[in-house]
T-cell receptor, first 115, second 112 residues
């Protein structure tokens, strides 16, 4: 079975400061890992993914994420937050070797960037 | 470029009524297709996925069913809606296993 944990329901960051949204995962094999962002009453937008290779993955809108196998984490980061980054962020995982083809999502983290 | 459409955008239905939500994808062929439900703005739950026409896998036993009558069309149905079927329904597509999924705009269903 695969699972994702996003330990923070909400993260508050001042505009211009660095931000981190945490994600840890559990899979039986090697993971495919994803981050998505959702604005109110909208579908999810893909930000970035980790499949293999460099542990630091760069994605859309200046976001990046660091894969840490020993800590089973895939935290989302951005060096300088914008007010427009305020949204709901989801981490997702798929087990490379089995299970349904669909993704398992965390419960989401509300990111609030204060001007 | 690829686009994914869902309709209707919003729907209010009485308990016991039927349901049909439609999802179509443009600009790609033989996509994997998915239906998710999101309750209260959080936590997406995979309902169904399809790797080809007529091929449907169900992840959660429930009051809903899915069909894929054409390569780029995915339909979510119910014969009799329950109050618990209320939620935000999202369709998604991908190029295959392990690839990122791209989501449609969603349908907000309210069952009264």
């Amino acid at each position: 079975a695969q699972s994702v944990a996003q330990p923070e329901d909400q993260v508050n960051v001042a505009e211009g400061n660095p931000l981190t949204v945490k994600c840890t995962y559990s899979v039986s094999g090697n993971p495919y890992l994803f981050w998505y962002v959702q604005y109110p009453n909208r579908g999810l937008q893909f930000l970035l993914k980790y499949i293999t290779g460099d542990n630091l993955v760069k994605g859309s809108y200046g976001f990046e994420a660091e894969f840490n196998k020993s800590q089973t984490s895939f935290h989302l980061k951005k060096p300088s937050a914008l007010v427009s980054d305020s949204a709901l962020y989801f981490c997702a995982v798929r087990d490379m070797w089995g299970g349904a083809d669909g993704l398992t999502f965390g419960k989401g983290t509300h990111l609030i960037i204060q001007p | 470029s690829q686009t994914i459409h869902q309709w209707p955008a919003t729907l209010v239905q009485p308990v016991g009524s039927p349901l049909s939500l439609e999802c179509t994808v443009e600009g790609t062929s033989n996509p994997n297709l998915y239906w998710y439900r999101q309750a209260a703005g959080r936590g997406l739950q995979l309902l169904f996925y399809s790797v080809g026409i007529g091929q449907i896998s169900s992840e959660v036993p429930q009051n809903l069913s899915a069909s894929r009558p054409q390569d780029r069309q995915f339909i979510l149905s119910s014969k009799k809606l329950l109050l618990s079927d209320s939620g935000f329904y999202l369709c998604a597509w991908s190029m295959g296993q392990g690839h990122e999924q791209f989501f449609g705009p969603g349908t907000r269903l309210t069952v009264l």
